[in-house]
């Protein structure tokens, strides 16, 4: 994992991790320092209820998504992304100091329009947070970079809550909270200061500040891109089911486990150590690359503890006086809670770094900032239902074990209908489990496989596996030319339909279905997809090398993009081959977590990918392992 924390010691990261951070610590440092305040001194401010000024607050601070992030993306798609980051803080100085006059004249009209402008400061920062790695990151580094972000934005949010609380209740005076927020922030512009340049995709960009009309557009940027769009609905749907369960934690505490302070606290702590865990391991379980695969992982995982969460809430803890935290801790049941609370967030982590991670990527960069300000918009609005559904349902009756449990069940619901619009995310995980669970894969040359483009894959055949394998390894989908009789197996036929691989059959059993396989295959390589096949036609049945058909002959005289050869190594003689004659006859031939190598070459132009060419460097990658 020394990967992921050497981005803190690069310029190109650093700096602007410590901006965001500190931005993400002042929001709630005030933000709670305010609302603290205003719950315990409420007559001092004002005749209105300390429960209602409570959500007002929360409403006022979310109302700047609604109104200005369409303008926000538009920003930080125009303007060098480095220079906004530095005016933000120079912003949230301003608003400091507005909020020391405020704290002084216990004026609290004066101190929401602080907490707005607070709320605007984020709205702005936020499409510079997300559009700003791709630009300083390279491809292999977004999935650590991201984990690092959701990280360090959790133990913001937890520590600036924390010291809002303290300072609220410590000072002789409150303006000193102001004064406290205007060193963080003067800190984060200092840090912003070490931030590289970050030129602006679209220069010439005319700004457009009707809200509404921009929103809609920047909502139509994103669906260009049906994975990216699904992706978004994935992580708005993620704030609201993360900010149901953080919303209950002080009523949770108080009223189901009879603990006070100390264990929302606690609660809240055990949740944001799970988010870093599950955030920071994201990249070593992905390879480095972006794996989507983790996405299924994740919505298994918050599904499963979000259930247990309901049948682990104790009865019969509280009592006429809040429990001491010690004392909570002796009873077992408790455990069971911080556990569940616990893998909520490490699962959440797997859930949300991959999804943040596909959207900068897939994203066209002329438009990258203005399709995070759409996310932004979502995301607030989710929140928003979400914020208003579980205080209906608990208003109605509901107890809030329930309302974690009926959250759990629709979280599967969602799941299951993002990932049946997109296949590819379950497929990925398919993928992902198949080279974790089952064997050890080592592969190396992944780089050689481009970014972005079209390409010719071309590796020997094994098992029925290679697909699937090759699949998990590479950080881009691939669409297979496969035997149309693989499709007819049940589960890698489910897997190899839909994620668009072309059946082909021989011209004397089918001529059509090749023709119409070509035909694809060339359509594919145009829309500057990865194309890959198996030139020998067939799975081996001795474990040795066959001789390559003409067929990527044919393909590169139609398309003559770059061939990336690779080779697989291991798989002879695992359930999937031909060792025995007949594959998938002996389950668990080579036991579990058998060692399987994938080694990719470099690429071949395709004046010089000739089928004996070809086979001669697959060879030479493969050697003497079968």
Request: charged content about 10%; aromatic content about 10%.
């Amino acid at each position: 994992m020394s990967g992921q924390f050497g981005l803190l010691k690069t310029r190109r990261f650093a700096p602007f991790f410590v901006t965001q951070f500190l931005g993400a610590f002042n929001d709630n440092l005030f933000k709670n320092a305010l609302v603290v305040l205003l719950t315990f001194q409420s007559a001092q401010w004002t005749t209105l209820s300390p429960g209602l000024l409570a959500n007002m607050a929360a409403g006022i601070f979310i109302l700047p998504f609604f109104l200005f992030s369409a303008t926000a993306g538009q920003l930080a798609d125009k303007y060098d992304k480095a220079m906004l980051a530095r005016l933000v803080k120079v912003l949230e100085m301003l608003i400091m100091g507005i909020a020391a006059v405020g704290f002084f004249l216990h004026s609290l009209p004066v101190l929401m329009g602080a907490l707005f402008l607070l709320g605007c400061h984020s709205t702005l920062f936020g499409p510079v947070k997300y559009a700003i790695m791709p630009q300083h990151l390279h491809s292999d580094e977004l999935i650590g970079g991201n984990a690092l972000i959701e990280a360090g934005t959790f133990v913001a949010i937890l520590i600036g809550t924390l010291a809002g609380g303290i300072l609220a209740g410590s000072v002789d005076h409150p303006a000193l909270i102001a004064l406290g927020g205007f060193v963080v922030a003067a800190a984060g512009y200092v840090s912003s200061r070490g931030i590289p340049a970050a030129p602006p995709p679209v220069p010439d960009l005319t700004i457009n500040l009707n809200p509404f009309s921009e929103t809609w557009r920047n909502i139509a940027f994103a669906r260009q891109n049906r994975t990216v769009f699904l992706s978004i609905l994935g992580i708005s749907w993620f704030w609201l089911y993360g900010a149901l369960f953080l919303a209950q934690f002080p009523a949770y505490a108080r009223f189901v486990l009879g603990g006070g302070e100390s264990a929302v606290t606690m609660l809240l702590a055990t949740f944001t150590v799970g988010i870093g865990i599950g955030s920071m391991l994201c990249e070593r379980m992905s390879g480095k690359h972006v794996e989507i695969g983790l996405v299924p992982f994740g919505s298994i995982g918050l599904t499963l503890f979000g259930l247990d969460l309901y049948f682990a809430s104790p009865v019969g803890l509280v009592g006429t006086t809040p429990h001491e935290l010690l004392a909570l801790l002796s009873i077992p049941a408790i455990w069971r809670v911080l556990f569940d609370l616990m893998m909520l967030g490490v699962f959440g982590g797997f859930f949300i770094v991959p999804m943040y991670a596909l959207v900068q990527l897939r994203s066209s960069p002329d438009h990258r900032a203005r399709i995070i300000a759409a996310n932004n918009i979502l995301n607030a609005l989710f929140m928003v239902v979400g914020a208003l559904g579980a205080a209906s349902l608990l208003g109605a009756g509901l107890s809030m074990p329930a309302l974690f449990a009926l959250a759990a069940l629709l979280n599967a619901v969602v799941a299951i209908y993002i990932y049946g619009l997109v296949p590819e995310f379950l497929l990925r995980f398919m993928a992902w489990l198949l080279v974790k669970a089952v064997y050890r894969l080592r592969s190396t040359g992944l780089e050689h496989i481009p970014a972005e483009g079209a390409a010719v894959l071309v590796a020997n055949h094994v098992s029925f596996a290679d697909a699937v394998v090759i699949m998990g390894a590479s950080p881009r989908p691939i669409r297979f030319v496969m035997d149309h009789r693989i499709f007819q197996t049940p589960l890698l036929g489910f897997i190899f339909r839909h994620c668009g691989a072309i059946p082909i059959a021989p011209a004397r059993e089918d001529p059509a279905m090749m023709e119409a396989a070509f035909a694809e295959v060339s359509k594919a390589l145009a829309n500057g997809d990865l194309v890959g096949i198996f030139p020998e036609g067939q799975i081996t049945r001795d474990g040795a090398l066959q001789a390559f058909r003409p067929g990527i002959t044919r393909i590169l005289k139609a398309n003559p993009v770059p061939v990336v050869p690779m080779a697989l190594s291991g798989l002879w003689g695992s359930y999937f081959s031909r060792i025995d004659g007949k594959a998938m006859k002996t389950p668990f031939r080579r036991g579990l977590f058998s060692k399987i190598v994938l080694r990719v070459g470099v690429p071949v132009v395709a004046e010089e990918a000739g089928p004996a060419q070809l086979r001669a460097i697959v060879a030479g990658l493969r050697g003497e392992c079968m």
